[in-house]
T-cell receptor
Framework: EPEVTQTPSHQVTQMGQEVILRCVPI?????FYWYRQILGQKVEFLVS????????KSEIFDDQFSVERPDGSNFTLKIRSTKLEDSAMYFC???????????????FGPGTRLTVL | GENVEQHPSTLSVQEGDSAVIKCTYS??????FPWYKQELGKGPQLIID?????GEKKDQRIAVTLNKTAKHFSLHITETQPEDSAVYFC????????????FGSGTRLSIRP
């Protein structure tokens, strides 16, 4: 069964450093998303991406964040200068373009745990 | 803004009993309501979903109900089993199928043997 994969599973970084979180969405999917989950809190939307551009972003997704689809398979989230409060689990998700009920589901990856020291 | 409220935050039921989790949403334009199960160390996994033109949907031991007028929706798990223990999230999505998903705060369900 196809699945979303994410690397690394755990990233530890120093405050102020740049990090890049990587995701490989399901191959025929065209909508891509990043969410984050601070420990013990709800999953929060960060950004959605379609047709090589951002479709929607939340207030959390400020100028320190960027997303990119550098090739036909990867989807990345970059945090330019990490802050302590960026420590969270980051989930990538993807969705197909199929209309109807089959196209509704966003498939989530296993997440990358980011720890900022 | 858009918000999804979820109750209870923790729920403990005896194996074999039923579990009910309730959610409310604020955006009347929401038309798709997925439920996710999150096991330790994993991402959210869709277990059932319901669209706004349907009042109820069932899949084996899991059922969801939706009251669009009251903006309430609920998850019902019958004949609970130990493997049902996990965190469950309700969620709502806006009118556009590409829209973000707004998650509830989660319910930690524990099944007592």
């Amino acid at each position: 069964e196809p699945e979303v994969t994410q690397t690394p599973s755990h990233q530890v970084t120093q405050m102020g450093q740049e990090v890049i979180l990587r995701c490989v969405p399901i191959s025929n999917h065209l909508y891509f998303y990043w969410y984050r989950q601070i420990l013990g809190q709800k999953v929060e939307f960060l950004v959605s991406f379609y047709n090589n551009e951002i479709s929607e972003k939340s207030e959390i997704f400020d100028d320190q964040f960027s997303v990119e689809r550098p090739d036909g398979s990867n989807f990345t989230l970059k945090i330019r200068s990490t802050k302590l409060e960026d420590s969270a689990m980051y989930f990538c998700a993807s969705r197909s373009i199929t209309s109807g009920s089959l196209g509704n589901e966003q498939f989530f990856g296993p997440g990358t745990r980011l720890t900022v020291l | 803004g858009e918000n999804v409220e979820q109750h209870p935050s923790t729920l403990s039921v005896q194996e074999g009993d039923s579990a009910v989790i309730k959610c409310t949403y604020s955006d009347s334009a929401s038309n798709y309501f997925p439920w996710y199960k999150q096991e330790l160390g994993k991402g959210p996994q869709l277990i059932i979903d319901i669209r706004s033109n349907v009042g109820e949907k069932k899949d084996q031991r899991i059922a969801v109900t939706l009251n669009k007028t009251a903006k309430h929706f609920s998850l019902h798990i019958t004949e609970t089993q130990p493997e049902d223990s996990a965190v469950y999230f309700c969620a709502a999505r806006g009118y556009s199928s590409a829209s973000k998903i707004i998650f509830g705060s989660g319910t930690r369900l524990s099944i007592r043997p």
